[in-house]
């Protein structure tokens, strides 16, 4: 998307803890970690904008971040699939983001 724009940039991976807290919900993860990247990869390019995401999905309230192993690819691709079928926008954070079903997919 940036290269379509006519951007130049660079990647810088922010290498930080992206572990989900007890009890932590799905937008404050996002919010956190994103804003943790940005922070990290900022005071390595002073005199650039830093642009940082995360992506994750909100199973019914729990928080399926970055896949740590096969299991959790499993979930990924099972709720992804899930997303896809609503025919819903995905990646919207906002607080009025739509809730997708679990689909029988399960955080857990």
Not at 48 to 72: F, H, Q, R, W
Request: proline share 7%; charged share 20%; net charge negative.
């Amino acid at each position: 998307m940036l290269l379509g724009l006519g951007l130049e940039f660079i990647v810088d991976p922010a290498d930080i803890d992206e572990g989900v807290h007890p009890s932590e919900a799905p937008l404050a993860y996002v919010r956190r970690v994103a804003s943790s990247k940005a922070t990290t990869v900022a005071a390595r390019h002073l005199s650039s904008v830093v642009l940082a995401a995360d992506t994750t999905i909100d199973l019914d309230g729990a928080v399926l971040a970055k896949p740590a192993d096969t299991t959790d690819t499993g979930r990924w691709t099972q709720a992804n699939s899930c997303i896809a079928g609503c025919g819903s926008p995905i990646g919207d954070t906002s607080p009025s983001a739509t809730k997708f079903p679990s689909c029988g997919a399960s955080p857990n």
